[in-house]
Nanobody, 120 residues
C-alpha cells in the first residue's frame, strides 16, 4: 500500500518562507512523477510545481521565482520551498505522485493535504 505523507504547513506572515515535505512509502519500484497542487477556498485545485522523471520541472506562473520543487530520490521525498509568500498563496497544499509499485503500475496517489496560511 503506497502512502504519501505531507508535513511543513503552517501560518506565516507575508514575505516569509515555508518548506513542505512529502514522503512516499510502501513497496515502490519507481516514482514517475511528483507534484504539488493547491486548493484555495472556493477555487479549483491547481498545479503549483511538478518534478518529472528526467529531472524537468515546471511551475505555475504565479509562483515562478518564489517556489522551488526538489526531491531526494533515496528517501522518496519531494519538497516545496516557498519564499516571499503572499496572502494569495493561502491554500491547502497537496502532494501528488504517479508510482509503480508491487501491486500496480502507474497509479496516481494524493497526500492528505497541509494547510498553508499567509497573513498580510
Amino acid at each position: 500500500q503506497v502512502q504519501l505523507v505531507e508535513s511543513g504547513g503552517g501560518l506565516v506572515q507575508a514575505g516569509g518562507s515555508l518548506r513542505l515535505s512529502c514522503a512516499a512509502s510502501g513497496n515502490i519500484f519507481s516514482i514517475n512523477r511528483m507534484a504539488w497542487y493547491r486548493q484555495a477556498p472556493g477555487k479549483q485545485r491547481e498545479l503549483v510545481a511538478v518534478f518529472v522523471r528526467r529531472g524537468a520541472t515546471n511551475y505555475a506562473d504565479s509562483v515562478k521565482g518564489r517556489f522551488t520543487i526538489s526531491r531526494d530520490n533515496a528517501k522518496n521525498t519531494v519538497y516545496l520551498q516557498m519564499n516571499s509568500l503572499k496572502p494569495d498563496d493561502t491554500a491547502v497544499y497537496y502532494c501528488n505522485a504517479n508510482i509503480d509499485s508491487s501491486s500496480v503500475y502507474g497509479a496516481n496517489y494524493w497526500g492528505q493535504g497541509t494547510q498553508v496560511t499567509v497573513s498580510s
